[in-house]
């Protein structure tokens, strides 16, 4: 058993730093079968049929490469454009039995007869970005894949609600290179300064915590928690209006969220979207909106601050969880052509601008006129290497897919079936804990956020729940499960959640072992009751 000062040194870190002491204790209990890893959000699941004609795509690709220039073996050309769409038709008429060809035809058919392309241009830039002989050109996405993501993110990330004004998007390495490349820019553009505040609506993703207090940003930070309770004494992982007004301050230049939250893994409620757009209407109008919404997929309905409040927002938005593909590295960056950031370009003092017209220089003849987003995609790469910059072709080309296998995915089919196996695997751990399977529409319930001081007061009492603030950390429940059962969770408080809290990942072990993390959780608390009996 670790002892208490162990346990107070591991607790000031990352919790992710924590996981890995944890999965050593877990991996030295050689009574345990298998270790139980809950501690990451990496899904254990993928979306098929994306990938399958990824693949078939990919040999039409090489097919239209031979056919350019064959004349030496083990070399080909660059795939032609005219006549592209008639061949690609051929080829999946002789490989219609093939898995994936169903959603390219189908592909192919919404990219001309819904967002009107030209079929040529479409499908040559589908086989050329998938033979990946290209630099991104335009470096900040690809035509046809930005116009089809675009279509993507206002089917779940607005509702279906498009805005009056469309996106900008950035294609990015994920969704952790599209956060580094926005507070940078923020930065080096004076939208935000070192030494601003800023708020962070808690709990959030450890990272983020962290972030903007390293040196080249030191900011100040205000939370805005998540405080409010039910009827029942539980937490519902939503915010009271006087949390949120902490937003109304002017001094407060920024908002930085996941959303739905991580870990609670809960989306932000009509009313708080609603409160928010409000505070900037009428208090707060400069106020820049940063937010995650990777698991926006996963909750039926979800509106995004990016819908509500496009002006203001700089929304991003990764592939990983939803498609399984955290591998791939697939991410975007959505900002509005109608927004508050070129104002506040346009505003700065003239020494900045004097400033950042040196920077953009070298890459345009009006460097004031740049955009935001354009400054984002050439910050990416110290400006000096914007002729580079973009993502791989072949990622967009896998980004562009799992688009397009959703917009075609009418009965959100695939939407289900992970909703389900994520509801099957929350049941089987309340079930093992022996509590209530909770009802909670906004809850994505990617991971799940269990308050077990929380717990222990509401089933046992307050002096209980007492005495185990008093004689242990908040990090002992987790380490008395590795060390009990070999499972990996992270502890909430390092997120900035309840402290006696602990966060398990619903998305990356079989059903049965959610059970049995269930049971064992229930064990260390009854473990902890029976100590106490005992004092």
Not at 233 to 240: C, M, V
Request: glycine letters at 8%; one cysteine or more.
């Amino acid at each position: 058993m670790a002892d208490r000062a162990t346990e107070t040194k591991w607790e000031a870190l990352s919790p992710f730093e924590l996981k890995n002491e944890l999965i050593d204790l877990a991996k030295d209990n050689k009574a345990a079968h298998t270790m139980l890893n809950a501690g990451r959000g990496n899904p254990n699941w993928i979306a098929t049929e994306p990938r399958e004609a990824f693949f078939l795509l990919g040999s039409f690709g090489l097919a239209e490469s031979r056919r350019t220039w064959s004349e030496f073996d083990g070399l080909g050309g660059m795939p032609a454009q005219e006549g592209i769409a008639g061949r690609f038709s051929a080829f999946l008429d002789d490989n219609r039995d093939r898995p994936g060809a169903e959603l390219l035809r189908k592909s192919v058919e919404y990219g001309t007869s819904t967002l009107g392309f030209e079929p040529d241009a479409f499908v040559w830039e589908l086989a050329d970005a998938i033979i990946g002989d290209h630099y991104p050109e335009p470096d900040r996405m690809l035509h046809h894949a930005e116009r089809i993501v675009h279509a993507y993110l206002v089917q779940e990330m607005c509702a279906g609600q498009a805005p009056a004004r469309p996106y900008d998007l950035f294609a990015v390495e994920g969704g952790t290179a599209a956060m580094c490349y926005i507070f940078d820019t923020c930065v080096i553009n004076g939208i935000l300064r070192p030494e601003d505040t800023i708020a962070i609506m808690t709990p959030i993703f450890t990272p983020y915590l962290e972030i903007p207090h390293l040196e080249r940003y030191q900011f100040k930070t205000v939370e805005i928690a998540a405080s409010k309770m039910n009827k029942d004494g539980l937490h519902t992982w939503q915010y009271d209006q006087a949390e949120l007004d902490k937003l109304a301050d002017p001094n407060v230049k920024a908002l930085f969220l996941v959303n739905p939250s991580n870990p609670p893994s809960v989306m932000l409620a009509q009313e708080s979207l609603d409160h928010i757009e409000n505070i900037i209407a009428t208090s707060n109008p400069d106020l820049t909106i940063i937010t995650d919404d990777v698991y926006g997929t996963f909750v039926n309905g979800f509106r995004s601050l990016m819908s509500t409040a496009p002006r203001n927002t700089i929304g991003v938005y990764s592939f990983s969880k939803y498609f399984g593909c955290t591998g791939w590295r697939l991410g975007v960056i959505a900002v509005n052509q109608d927004n508050i950031f070129e104002g506040k370009l346009a505003g700065l003092p003239q020494s900045d601008k004097d400033r950042l017209s040196d920077r953009y220089s070298t890459i345009s003849l009006d460097p004031a006129g740049i955009k935001f987003i354009d400054r984002l995609v050439a910050d990416s790469r110290q400006v000096a290497l914007n002729h580079t910059a973009g993502l791989s072709l072949p990622q967009q080309v896998q980004m562009s897919l799992f688009s397009l296998a959703a917009l075609l995915d009418t009965d959100d089919t695939y939407k289900k079936t992970c909703q389900a196996v994520i509801a099957r695997r929350l049941k089987a751990l309340t079930e093992g804990m022996g509590v209530p399977l909770p009802d909670d529409p906004l809850a994505a319930r990617y991971y799940v956020e269990l308050d077990i001081l929380n717990y222990v007061e509401k089933t046992w009492g307050k002096e209980f729940a007492g005495w185990l603030e008093q004689n242990f950390e908040p990090v002992d429940p987790v380490f008395r499960l590795a060390e009990k059962g070999s499972v990996v969770l992270l502890n909430g408080g390092g997120f900035d959640g309840p402290e006696w809290s602990v966060r398990v990942s619903l998305a990356n072990l079989a059903q049965d072992d959610y059970a049995q993390i269930g049971t064992w959780l229930r064990e260390v608390v009854e473990g902890y009751k029976a100590e106490f009996d005992k004092s």
